[in-house]
Structures are given as structure tokens and as C-alpha cells.
């Protein structure tokens, strides 16, 4: 029995060998040359920790990285739908009125190009040093790329269909609804795709500022302490938390694609 088990083991191994090879060859890649470049310097683990060593702390401590990862995993959603809902709503406000057009975009526009650090100080003092302040830092980061995508996928319309509404005398609420709305929906699926990969960067940069709980904090004290691998094990998690997000959405969007099409 044993003997006959091996051999699916062993196929089942080199097939997933395979699919990590030809899918996440630059991840490999690069954590390869960050073990060399390492033992290749003799750093201290203070200066630069080997990446084995990283992966050790996590799978070491996962009761801490849970526990961190899900309080900013939380605060990330919360802000992400938040965000996607005002950048939703403001687009459809530009869509309805020219004169709120001009109004919100360049609004829009110069809110999301000021940098977060300069925004903490002023919304911790309106919000609070806590998690309210964090999800607002999230809504801020994501709500522009909804704006953007939703309020350009309002515009592309199928050829001929908004002569045909005016023809057939739709109200405005009929054009959103029926035709405004569904050729946006693709493009919201962007712009969902690239917040999301976003947010959990964002909620992370929030809380090593404001120095509330969770990964970001969790750096911060690492760092503080000099503990390289608890910090790059934090950063370790939170990029793999990105990747996942952008990955989930993009399947997501390309089964919305294919039934828009």
C-alpha cells in the first residue's frame, strides 16, 4: 500500500514544484539572491536577517501573526468598501451633472494627491488615534481608483445605445440603471482589483503611524527593538495578504468580463 502511494506523492509534488516554478519563478529568484547577497556580506541578522530565518519567526509565532494579520485584514476590508462605495457614489454624481462634474473631479483629484502622512495628523486629531482613523486612511486610498474607473465606465457606452434611450424617452434613472451602470461594470471591476491590492498597504502604513495594533504596529515595535525578522515577517505577510487580494479579484473580474462581453 505504502509503495503504490508513493509514487502519486512523488507526482503530486513534482507537479506542484512545477506550477511554483513557472508561476512564481521571480519570487524564488529573488529570494535566492536575498540568501546569497546575505551570506555573500556576512550581514548581521540586526542589518538584514536570511529569509529562511523570516519564514522561521512566522511559522515560529502564528498564534501573534494571526492575531495581528486579522485586525488588519479587518480594518483593510472595512476601508476598501467604504472606499468603493464614495467613489462609486461621486461618479455617478459626476455622470448625472456637468456643473458637479466640474465641481468633485478636480476636488477628487487634489484630495488624493495629497500624501497619507501629511493627512494623519489632521484626521487622527478629527477621528481619534485609533482603528476610526485607520479605516479612514484606507477609504481615502481607495476611493480614488473607483472614482476614475467607475466614472470613465459610465461614459463608455455600447455605440448607438444613448441614442436609443433618448429616442425612446428614458428618464435619467432608466439610463443609469440600464445603461449607464452595466457598461461601468467591468471597469468597477478594475478599479476593485487595484484597491484591493492597496488597501492592506495602506492599513498597514496607518497603524505603524498612528501606532495602533496589527502588522503595521507590530513593524514598528520590531524595528524599535531591532528584530529584523519579525519586522520582514510582518511586511512577509502582508505582501502575501496584497498578492492574494489581487489575484482573488482579478479571477473575479475576468468571470465578470467574459459575461459582460
Known amino acids: 500500500m505504502m509503495r503504490t502511494q508513493m ?8 507537479r506542484a514544484c512545477r506550477f511554483i516554478a513557472s508561476n512564481f519563478w521571480g519570487l524564488v529568484a529573488l529570494l535566492v539572491l ?7 556580506n556576512d550581514l548581521n541578522a540586526i542589518v538584514m536577517p536570511y529569509p529562511v530565518s523570516v519564514l522561521e519567526d512566522v511559522l ?11 485586525q488588519t485584514f479587518g480594518l483593510a476590508l472595512a476601508g476598501l468598501l467604504v472606499g468603493l462605495v464614495v467613489g462609486t457614489l461621486l461618479a455617478i454624481l459626476t455622470w448625472s451633472s456637468k456643473t458637479l462634474s466640474g465641481l468633485l473631479t478636480p476636488l477628487a483629484l487634489i484630495f488624493a494627491s495629497v500624501p497619507v502622512v501629511a493627512l494623519i495628523p489632521v484626521l487622527a486629531r478629527l477621528f481619534g488615534y485609533d482603528v476610526k482613523t ?28 444613448a441614442d ?8 435619467t434613472w432608466r439610463r443609469l440603471t440600464l445603461l449607464a451602470i452595466p ?19 495602506a492599513a498597514m502604513v496607518a497603524e505603524f503611524l498612528m501606532g495602533v495594533s496589527g502588522l503595521g504596529n507590530m ?6 527593538d531591532l528584530d529584523m525578522q519579525r519586522a520582514l515577517g510582518a511586511s512577509l505577510v502582508a505582501m502575501a495578504i496584497s498578492v492574494a487580494l489581487y489575484a482573488a479579484t482579478g479571477v473575479l473580474s475576468d468571470l465578470v468580463k467574459r459575461r459582460w462581453e
Not at 466614472?151 to 445605445?161: D, E, I, K
Open 7 to 14: 509514487p502519486i506523492v512523488l507526482a503530486q509534488t513534482l
Open 60 to 70: 515560529h509565532n502564528p498564534t501573534l501573526y494571526l492575531r495581528n494579520t486579522l
Open 34 to 40: 536575498w540568501e546569497v547577497w546575505v551570506r555573500w
Open 164 to 171: 436609443f434611450f433618448a429616442v425612446a424617452g428614458a428618464s
Open 183 to 201: 457598461a461601468a461594470i467591468p471597469n468597477w471591476m478594475l478599479a476593485l482589483r487595484l484597491a484591493a491590492a492597496n488597501s492592506m498597504l
Open 219 to 224: 513593524f514598528h515595535a520590531a524595528t524599535n
Open 134 to 161: 485607520v479605516i479612514v486612511i484606507v477609504t481615502i486610498i481607495s476611493f480614488f481608483p473607483s472614482f476614475v474607473f467607475t466614472a470613465a465606465g459610465l461614459r463608455m457606452l455600447p455605440p448607438g445605445s
